[in-house]
C-alpha cells in the first residue's frame, strides 16, 4: 500500500478515457497511409493480395492449431492489458491499444478498399464476421475494467475501489470477459474460416459466370445475320 500511497492522485485524468477518439484517431491513420502511399504500400505488401487470397481459399486449415494460435495472440493482449492496468503506465497503455486496434481496422479495410473498390468492404465484413461480435463488446469492457483498476489503485489508493464489496464484481466482470474472449477465438478459428472460405469460392463463381455471359452477348452481338441479306 505503501507506493501506491506516495502516488499523487492529482496528475491522474479525472475524466473517462476517450475509447471512441483515441480508436478513430488509429483508424485514420491506419487508412490514410494505405490511401497516399497506396502505389509503393500495395506493391511492398502482401495483405489481400490476389496471390493470398488464392492461397487461402484452397488451403487446408487445420481449426485446433488455428484456436491455439488465436487463443494464445488474444490472450497476450489479454494479460498485458490486465497487468499494465496495475502499474503507473496503465491509462497510457490502454490508450495505446486503443489506437492499435484503429489503426489495424483502418489499415486491413484501407488495404481491401484499394485493392478493390467497395467489394473490398465485403471483404472486411466478411473477414471479422462473426467473431468480432464477441471481439468488441469484450476488449471495450476489458479497457474499461483496467481504467477502473487503475483508478482504484492510484486514485482510491485500494484495488477494490471504493469499497471492498467491489473486489468479487471486479474479478467476476474479468472473468466474463475472457469467457466472451475465448467465445471470440472459437468462432474465428472453427466458423470463420468456413464463411471466407465460401465467401472467396462464390464470388470466383460469380465472376466467371459474369464473364461467360459477356461473351455470349458480345458473340450474338457481332453473330451473321442471314435473314439481312434477304
Known sequence: MGI????????????????????VIGFAVGFLIVYWGKGTF????????????????????????????VLC????????????????LGLLFCGGMTVKYGFSLGLFLGTATCR??????????????????????????????????YRSIYFYHNITGQGKKSLPGKLGKLVLILGVLVLGCVLE????????????????KRVRLIRTLRYRRSDALYRPNPGRDL
Not at 488474444?74 to 502499474?87: C, H, P, Q, S
Open 4 to 23: 501506491f500511497m506516495k502516488w499523487d492522485k492529482s496528475i491522474v485524468p479525472v475524466g473517462k478515457l476517450p475509447l471512441r477518439f483515441l480508436f
Open 73 to 88: 495472440k488474444r490472450g497476450k493482449d489479454f494479460i498485458a492489458l490486465v497487468l499494465m492496468a496495475t502499474t503507473y
Open 42 to 69: 500495395l506493391k511492398n505488401m502482401g495483405m489481400l493480395d490476389e496471390d493470398t487470397l488464392y492461397h487461402m481459399k484452397y488451403m487446408a486449415v487445420d481449426n485446433k492449431v488455428l484456436f491455439w494460435y
Open 189 to 204: 478459428a472453427f466458423v470463420n474460416p468456413v464463411l471466407f472460405k465460401g465467401f472467396l469460392q462464390f464470388n470466383k
Open 116 to 149: 478493390y473498390g467497395i467489394k473490398g468492404i465485403l471483404l472486411c465484413i466478411v473477414g471479422i464476421f462473426p467473431h468480432y461480435l464477441c471481439y468488441v463488446p469484450a476488449m471495450v469492457m476489458l479497457l474499461q475494467w483496467c481504467e477502473d483498476i
